[in-house]
């Protein structure tokens, strides 16, 4: 009975993220033929438009016939052009800067507003709608970052918590690190609140899931699926969810610059959305993604740090968008600490949010109780800064946490030629 109260208030309270959901979705009934063409009419308009109105595309865009011959645009050089990366047709009394620790260690500052905000609302939402959701059944997240976690949940209403959290049927928890007492805490939500749907990290769904099947839980039967983001979904992870919480876990690929990449159907299988995104996979599987929809800060061929490969072929779920497989990509380590803690590697990302300076970098744990930060910085990080880091390692991970910084270099590589921001303590 809620349900359709709440759908109706959150469509008055978001009509532009319905308007672009119902457009969204309406591409969905397009044939396969139909949506690539879509997509590479929208491709050749956003390269236009990048080449008259972008400092960084005008200045780089000779020649705009042959896509492949266009240069590649790599975090570093968001780091150094983010400026010039801002379309001359913004309004810059709108766009605002958000931040993203980096999946491959390379922090990063993008430019966003409302009207991309809502559009990456919107094809979340039709990511749900995959595991037949509907707007108005109860999402309850498990998420590690900060701006993610304030009240009214990633919504961010600016009205009193438990008002936003009844329109918007979705709740955030704060997800940095947990111990067994918090695996508890939450699975006791999950019964009281009674979601249709679950999201987070891969790890933590998975750590939870654990917890579940070794308590032998019940988890209510409201659950109809569980979407894992922001890391690889391994097959045990995956095989553990569906344990624990009886539905499909559904696997999602994006980012926060550019979000809504991909998604499993309810066939399990990953659809790229081509009205969203043109994704291309080198010969080293190295993904580029060239957003579709973003004028305000335009991604072309964008070095996203990830692997994977686009395939052929076709898939009975009724999505006429083409399929890929993801490769190896954001393994990430979870840190333990000697008071019992298990912390997630966002909560390392949060400790360096904002710092430009930073090229690269990575969290090392040497031992139960010590942390290597290494850096490729310039200028140098101040002692000042490291001082008030190491406050903030013992305040956010363990008050016994000892820290040491490095200015490095260079930052080696994993043999799969990804890099790890953060990794373990290995005994």
Same mark, same amino acid.
């Given at each position: ?7 109706? !208030? ?7 993220? %319905? ?37 960084? %595309? ?15 645009? &790599? /975090? ?13 047709? =913004?309004?810059?009394?709108? $766009? /605002? ?17 409302? $009207? ?34 304030v009240a009214g949940?990633?919504f961010g209403a600016?009205?009193?918590? /438990? ?15 947990y111990t067994e @007492? ?25 750590? +939870? ?13 409201? !659950? ?19 344990? =624990? ?41 190295? +993904? ?5 929809? #973003?004028?305000?800060?335009? &991604? ?10 686009? +395939? ?19 393994? #990430?380590?979870?840190?333990? &600490? ?10 390392? #990302?949060?400790?360096? %949010?904002?710092?430009?300076?930073? @090229?690269? %970098? ?30 903030? !390692?013992? $305040? ?18 994993? $043999? ?12």
């Open positions: 009975m809620l349900e359709p109260v709440r759908g109706w !208030l959150h469509r008055r309270q978001r009509p532009a993220r %319905y308007t672009q959901l119902a457009e969204l979705i309406g591409n969905q009934r397009l044939s396969r033929a139909q949506v690539l063409q879509k997509q590479r009419d929208d491709l050749a308009r956003m390269v236009a438009f990048a080449a008259e109105h972008v400092p960084w %595309y005008r200045q780089r865009f000779a020649d705009i016939s042959d896509f492949g011959a266009l240069p590649i645009l &790599t /975090k570093p050089d968001v780091i150094e052009h983010l400026d010039d990366l801002l379309a001359d047709t =913004a309004d810059r009394s709108e $766009a /605002k800067i958000g931040h993203t620790g980096g999946s491959t260690g390379k922090p990063l500052a993008f430019w966003y507003d409302e $009207a991309k905000h809502e559009l990456m609302r919107a094809g979340m939402m039709r990511s749900y709608m995959g595991s037949g959701w509907r707007p108005g059944r109860k999402i309850l997240n498990f998420w590690g970052a900060r701006q993610d976690t949940g990633v600016a009205i009193d918590a /438990k008002w936003a959290d009844f329109i918007a049927a979705e709740r955030t928890v704060a997800a940095f690190e @007492r918090q695996l508890r805490e939450w699975a006791d939500h999950i019964r009281a609140y009674r979601p249709v749907l679950l999201q987070g990290y891969a790890s933590i769904l998975a750590e +939870l899931a654990r917890f579940v099947i070794d308590e032998r839980i019940a988890m209510p039967t409201s !659950l109809i699926g569980v979407y894992s983001t922001a890391e690889v979904l391994e097959d045990r992870q995956r095989e553990l969810m569906e344990r =624990a919480f009886s539905c499909r876990a559904f696997n999602q690929y994006g980012s926060r610059e550019v979000p809504n990449i991909a998604c499993e159907c309810r066939r399990g299988r990953m659809h790229v959305f081509t009205d969203m995104v043109f994704l291309e996979s080198a010969a080293d599987e190295r +993904l580029l993604v060239t957003s579709l929809t #973003n004028r305000l800060m335009p &991604t072309i061929r964008y070095d996203i740090g990830d692997s994977g490969r686009l +395939l052929d072929g076709d898939c009975d779920c009724g999505w006429p968008f083409p399929l890929m497989e993801m490769g190896m990509c954001r393994q #990430n380590d979870l840190i333990r &600490t000697p008071g019992g803690k298990t912390v997630h590697p966002s909560t390392f #990302n949060r400790l360096l %949010y904002g710092l430009t300076q930073i @090229r690269q %970098y990575q969290w090392r744990q040497t031992a139960p109780d010590r942390m290597v930060l290494s850096v490729v910085a310039s200028p140098a990080l101040s002692e000042a800064f490291v001082n008030g880091l190491r406050a903030n !390692l013992r $305040a956010e991970v363990d008050a016994g946490m000892e820290l040491e910084v490095l200015h490095v270099e260079e930052i080696p590589r994993t $043999a799969s030629g990804k890099h790890r921001f953060v990794i373990g303590f290995q005994p």
